[in-house]
């Protein structure tokens, strides 16, 4: 079944970095365009990024634009989220979405699990 | 970038209706027909429930619908049930491939 997993989460201090993955399976990676949504504890959804599923086009939410960064290989059917310069307000839990399931993909139409990334000192 | 409103919470019993709104502005929920709704319960990943306004995925029972005036998106639960009980969030396409979510709703069952 369609499936995506996260990695690479865990604690990093303010100004660091870190780098998110996800590994789908069981669809087609890359006729699809990709996203990484965030919620930080106790609040909502937010959609950080997005790229398409030949890397043609991207874009970013002002809160991370400049520090983060989507990228893919579509060749090993994995996902990847830089984030440089980490703030305290980008702790959350970060979420691998598949665009779809119209032909547009302006939905997220499989989640991952989530992976956690707290900014502390 | 400003997140869409809703409502903070909305309640019902078993077997009413409820309905949440969504509103944005006409760069976002207004000027596309790209607004999708998601249910989330605690602890879990959110689950795809209306996509392009109105369109139920595979396997969402079809209490769930969804609709469109102007500025405002509605999503309506039919026959309450405590399953429902969930956080729900709305989305909407916001063009140049940027996507706002809503705050999300608290539905109740009573």
Partial sequence: QEQLVESGGGVVQPGGSLRLSCAASGFTFNTNGMHWVRQAPGKGLEWVTFIAYDENNKNYADSVKGRFTISRDNSKNTLSLQMNSLRAEDTAVYYCAKGGPAAGGDAFDIWGQGAMVTVSS | ?110
């Fill in chain 2, 1 to 110: 970038q400003s997140a869409l409103t809703q409502p903070r919470s909305v309640s019902g019993s078993p077997g009413q209706s409820v309905t949440i709104s969504c509103t944005g502005t006409s760069s976002d929920v207004g000027g596309f027909f790209l607004v999708s709704w998601y249910q989330q319960h605690p602890g879990k990943a959110p689950k795809l429930m209306l996509y392009d306004v109105s369109t139920r995925p595979s396997g969402v029972p079809d209490r769930f619908s969804g609709s469109k005036s102007g500025n405002t998106a509605s999503l309506t639960i039919s026959g309450l049930q405590a399953e429902d009980e969930a956080d729900y969030y709305c989305c909407s396409y916001a063009g140049s491939y940027t996507y706002v979510f809503g705050p999300g709703t608290k539905v109740t069952v009573l």
